[in-house]
């Protein structure tokens, strides 16, 4: 009889937003012992800059979440990337990453449709794909190298370090959200692995092949 082989599946929580009935703190710390007591894997927070809805910003969350428990792994559901300044994600993320021993996960995003988040935060919409696919490039270099020099499209960089660097052994894996067909080459192209929200298993799975397929193409390796 052939052997069977068992791949443990990993629970993780999306808050979307503030689901409690009160904005009081101790209900967000309340929720999150009581997930590391039952060895939930990681919980991910929404990210919206400019919202009337309550709504955390994601690094802050994810510093709280680390310096309240010892395992529990913590993530952007996703990060609006183009609305960010790359050094500063680095070093802030890093920084996490660092402080927690390694628990940080970002996925990232182009961000939402709205023209006023765009605006606020000092950018356009219009130019958010190739900024956040630079914006990845420069994340990766300033986790993994020193003196980092750069001129792209919208950012430049001349000798810049990022200390401290990332604990994780192969660096934060970027995942990338989305669910379109862009998105989907994106992911594979680009991406460490794919989060996808109110799809059904079927959907998924259809989503997944696709991926890798796509990175297959691209010498990009997703497990």
Same mark, same amino acid.
């Given at each position: ?56 910003? +994601? /690094? ?14 913590? $993530?952007? %559901?996703?990060? &609006? @990337? ?78 810049? +370090? /990022? ?14 959200? $989305?669910? %379109?067909?862009? &998105? @989907? ?39």
């Amino acid at each position: 009889m052939a052997e069977i082989s068992y791949e443990k599946v990993r629970i993780g929580i999306a808050l979307g937003g503030w689901p409690f009935p009160e904005p009081e703190p101790q209900l967000l710390w309340n929720y999150t012992e009581r997930m590391e007591s039952l060895d939930v894997d990681s919980i991910w927070f929404t990210d919206r800059i400019v919202s009337p809805t309550f709504t955390l910003e +994601t /690094v802050v969350a994810m510093s709280f979440i680390a310096s309240r428990t010892t395992k529990l792994k913590f $993530g952007t %559901s996703v990060i &609006a @990337l183009p609305l960010r300044n790359p050094t500063i994600l680095a070093k802030e993320l890093a920084t996490i990453d660092f402080l927690s021993g390694g628990r940080c996960l970002p996925a990232v995003g182009l961000g939402t449709e709205d023209e006023i988040e765009y605006e606020a935060c000092g950018t356009e919409k219009r130019i958010r794909v190739s900024r956040t696919e630079e914006a990845v490039h420069l994340l990766r270099r300033l986790w993994s190298e020193d003196n980092v020099t750069h001129k792209g499209k919208h950012f430049t960089l001349t000798n810049v +370090t /990022v200390q401290p660097k990332p604990v994780q052994k192969n660096l934060p894996p970027i995942w990338f959200g $989305g669910r %379109s067909e862009p &998105a @989907l080459r994106r992911t594979a192209k680009i991406g460490d692995g794919w989060l996808v929200s109110q799809v059904t298993p079927e959907e998924a799975g259809v989503g997944v092949q696709k991926i890798k397929s796509m990175a297959s193409e691209f010498g990009n390796h997703i497990e």
